[in-house]
């Protein structure tokens, strides 16, 4: 039995886009972890610079698990230019 594709690869350049209410979900999961990150990183900080030196590399470790999971669940990944690139 064949899975579902979640993300389907975009037709012009490298990445996917949510195809599915799972991709959607997922997308929806991130962004919401992401500014709750935000804002719990900011309640405790002193300083602008203490909220980005903190949020940048949690951000970056939650994007990769993004891109992993679309990896998984998506069409595999090339560069393409436009619907008719074989």
């Keep these: 039995m064949k899975r ?3 993300f389907k690869a ?4 490298y990445g996917w886009y949510p195809a ?8 929806a999961i991130w962004l919401a972890l992401l500014l709750l990150n935000l804002y ?6 002193h300083s602008s610079s203490d909220t980005l030196i903190n949020f940048v590399p ?3 470790i939650l994007t990769l698990i993004l891109v992993a999971v679309s990896y998984w669940a998506g069409e ?3 560069w393409r230019w436009g619907k008719d690139d074989k």
């Design 40 to 45: 719990r990183i900011d309640s405790v900080s």
């Design 58 to 60: 949690q951000s970056l």
């Design 10 to 13: 975009k037709n012009y350049g």
């Design 20 to 27: 599915t209410w799972q991709g959607w979900l997922i997308m």
């Design 4 to 6: 579902p594709i979640w």
């Design 76 to 78: 595999k990944p090339r």
